[in-house]
């Protein structure tokens, strides 16, 4: 059994990380780390965990669990991590970080987007961007540190990567307009979240500043091999879980000045997902839903290619509290211990 | 491999069902019954289950389907099972009927509550209702027809039912006030249940005549044996899942003239509940909420002594389409088959 | 024009307040004030006010707010009020109290319930109970100090109180199960009230021991004439605006030993509410919803004479935030001031 | 008194006009027309409207309602009031159309992305495109037929309209991300509409193929005197009311080779609305949000300008059935009548 430690067990995220690994046949989870309910019984934060777990919350002492812990799942605010990690504490156990800390490799972007300083940008080099279905052969045992990576990252670059990697649109024309779920703001207390806050109500944030930007723009600069400049704009929708992301790029003429076609392009999508297990490619005009993949760790994507404006709409909906966090961070465990990739995330989409 | 078929496979409930047996490790699902979308994919129905099923939906053909299934579950209108089942069938295959039909077993009130003329009565005291957490020792390997337990029902019953059946409170005074999310409407395009006419709004429905009522009185009546007359009004939440009851009753003094205690009582529930796997009785001072219990089997039951009016408040809450419908079902299905009653079932609650 | 000062105008209720001043014709604001958003443009708070309103938020100096209103309104936290208020206050301005700080007669069950010692009894027995269809002839010109009733207390009591006065229910069966939007909750950074908390979910809370309880029992006593002990029960509701109650009471039988039927108790309270312009008493057959009186000071109501049990249940439905709050204070004020009660609420309930 | 009749009062945006014309103090309406329910009291479909309204609703009568009343606003499907539309019916009443009959000057254009045939295009001439802040000098006591335009158009239109009139942006860069409210896909009995549908979900539709995009393009068209091809998304949210447009364009240089600022860019907006009434632009940094302008008549905008991708975003919000639909066409019918366009429009945005 793989002995794995939370720290951030009472975020979102957190809680989700141990609905999966209960039902991970190879796990066990020895620590639930919640600085703000240490020595509270975890199920007595998430009800929904009584007598599933009996575990109390225990502080974020890192050395400690990297002593006991086979793979450390850090849930917790930017520069956490970074602040604390040590070349000892890697060389005893995995870490698997869902905050930036280590998603972007210019320490120097990471500090202007995000307004801290890195306090460990020694370990930049070697951590793993754990997107798995692109960068899977980066993610083996031998790694140490991966960055799971952000749930609008996620959803945004996997839409775009096969367009891209092929040159199939103009990059320097990408848009990308992202709805996400509220649990994607944190279980914090703040006014802005409060039910009657977001219930009924629609609105665009971070415009053209939001720390996901880079990421998005770092990851699609190495398919496409080349420097990329989007317009990202996320927006917060009244519901629980589930990003959207609609994408808009001009299409690149073919060599016969005609655009690709609908089966041109989808055939570039099958020849980077069709085996991917956990991507859908939807069928032609079917447009994704957030409700189709929630509590699952799929992404669902569709596009239409519009000859008015000989531009693509692609779009793109997963989980962002699975596999927009938690389930691609179990998918990159399993990738580090040399598990089947997908063990533990046979989740069946759950509708209503 | 358990060969199941379902009409009704493209209801609420018959999609749940889907979604459990996919997970069963011993059910293959031979026949997706869909008289309104025969010849469709099941899929392009319910787009969750893309890339998990592949087959088309079939009419409702019950003769034939006894023959090639094991079980056959019927997520129909009331009066649908009762029109077409026969001896023959029955000799066949084994039934799970998550429709009325089968649990009433006085035809006249059934008549009566549903409005309808019961067909096939005749096969009233075979059936076994299948609240399996009271009667477990009637559904076994030799019971042919189980009549599942309607989802309000079942958490009103089980809420209430070991202090019924200790005679711990006086039954006429007992008072069910429930709260339903809208999955529990079916799928039927109804304006009623619209999404701009149940959001932002809530109501009661079906005062004092509610079908759910027979069932209930029928069922407390056999545990306290005796007549059984509650009021139970249901009411319309605008969420997709979960039944919440608040259950009033005026508790009896004890031979020395005072009132139970919450522990005297609680250990009269743990008398009945503490080894059952899907009954989680709260801790004192803590109210079940619907979201704990979402996408999972469990009934959380909760209840407060109320020394100023003599009365004890009980509360329950379920998945209505989980413990309140399909779960049940293949619990049933399980005992039918001699499996661990818990099987398919080890569903973590999912939140938020 | 009546000058107006709010104390806690950044409040859901004191917002609301905002609104329908705005529509008064005879009333001016003169006073924001919100302490933690002091020298805070108002519409930068609340942004639906953005070039409807100019001024800056205010501390909250009551001394100086006397000077200069002609009435002040405190939508403030138990005990504000209390603490506060002096003689000389009263003999500048009138105060309509949002707070329970005056609305319980006794102030050793005020204290009991609310947990916090009265600062100024000896204001309590001017104190005039706000709610305007029951104490109407004592909200006049000469009136200083209104309290203001509760959302839950004043949809409980109007609903039974026709029923109550006349004797047609057997008071020690009542049971008051209320159903409340989440506006209600306050406007608070509290987790519990976080749109991923609430959302999806029902739950009752405060079961047993919620403070509006005494307040009810004491405005049903008085209209009595005796001791009332109820069950009240709140539960917090995915939705913004709304209450619905739904109480539960035998029946009385009449001197020849039957129930009164539906028309005669609907005579019964047509004897009261009539002619009053806010309550709505429903059609036979027709349960009051929320959605019916969102944004509106209308309380709509409805029951249902059940035979098979004896009882009657008895449904009210009102706006919190404004019958249950604003809109009953504009009602208090408009009597204060000796002007048409319903100015300023002319107000059509906005549905979807 | 104006005398107004409504074609189609049951709908949503029928319902809402109902809402506003009984605040408006010159209006009457003596005409609730819905072929669905005639003979049914009006408020027994619409309870907000119990004691409000005590009409029955009535046939769809076009060549009566012409000699009753003065002015008839059609809430109705598409085609309907183009076959029915006559000469002597626009000789007795002046007609605010909701629908998108007479919006589109190119019938060819309307029947190919309408699908239908036009039955009057002889109206098309004479019909103003009833967008009151660009139109107004269009809307006068002589016009007889009134196009009110879409929800999605209304603000997608006036978001852009200075700048692409002022040449400030590269017209053909223009991508319109829109999102809405599900009242706006109107009351009718659709599974895809079902609360459990919508709720937990946000998807795309009708991509690259929306109706309401050519009436952007030729609106848009007229601003920039040049052809316009936008790319239109709408998007379904969980919430009743409420658009939201996100706006993409590359801004054009200034002569300097530099961007404009935002302050130069505020000051061309200043000068198309800043006696706009109903027109609010929002401070530096601020997002509009459909819930500070729900129930009002108000279009809400913001935008930032991005020097890293050269782009500007505009952002709209207005409330699709006040400022998208029956608002809209009451603040044509003031103008049709020579009345301040305000006139029973002037409503406090309701929040929460």
């Known amino acids: 059994m793989i002995k794995a430690g939370i720290i951030g067990a009472t975020g979102y995220a957190g809680g989700e990380l141990v609905r999966l690994l209960l039902n991970h046949p190879q796990v066990e989870i020895v620590w639930y780390g919640s600085r703000s309910h240490i020595e509270e019984k975890y199920s007595s934060v998430y009800r929904n965990m009584f007598r599933l777990v009996e575990d109390v919350c225990r502080d974020d002492n890192l050395a400690e669990l990297a002593e006991q812990a086979d793979v450390v799942f850090t849930a917790t605010p ?107 703001a944190g279980r914090g207390a703040k006014v802005g979240n409060l039910f009657c806050e977001v219930n009924e109500n629609i609105k665009a944030y971070g415009v053209a500043s939001h720390r996901h930007t880079p990421e998005i723009e770092e990851q699609l600069g190495y398919a496409g091999n080349c420097s990329v400049t989007v317009s990202f704009t996320p927006h917060l929708v009244p519901m629980n879980r589930g990003i959207l992301v609609t994408e808009y790029a001009r299409l690149r003429r073919k060599a016969d000045g005609s655009l690709p076609t609908w089966e041109e392009i989808r055939a570039v999508y099958d020849r980077y997902y069709e085996k991917e297990k956990f991507v859908r490619l939807q069928d032609k005009g079917v447009c994704p839903e957030t409700r189709w993949v929630e509590g699952s760790n799929y992404v669902d994507m569709g596009f239409v290619v519009d000859q008015r404006t000989e531009r693509i709409i692609m779009m793109g909906a997963l989980d962002n509290l699975v596999k927009g966090a938690a389930g691609q961070a179990v998918q990159n465990m399993n990738l580090l211990f040399g598990l089947e990739e997908s063990q533990g995330l046979e989740l069946v989409p759950c509708f209503p």
């Open 78 to 184: 930017q520069g956490f991590l970074a602040g604390l990690l040590t070349e000892e504490m890697l060389s005893k156990t995995k870490f698997v970080d869902l905050s930036a800390d280590y998603r972007i490799k210019d320490v120097g972007v990471y500090e202007k987007w995000y307004g801290i300083e890195h306090k460990s940008p020694q370990f930049l080099a070697e951590a793993v961007y754990g997107l798995c279905e692109v960068n899977r052969a980066e993610i083996t045992e031998r790694t140490r540190l991966v960055a799971n990576p952000g749930c609008y990252t996620t959803c945004s670059i996997l839409t775009a990567y096969p367009l891209v990697k092929e040159g199939l649109i103009d990059v320097d024309t990408l848009i990308i307009d992202a709805k996400s779920g509220t649990s994607g």
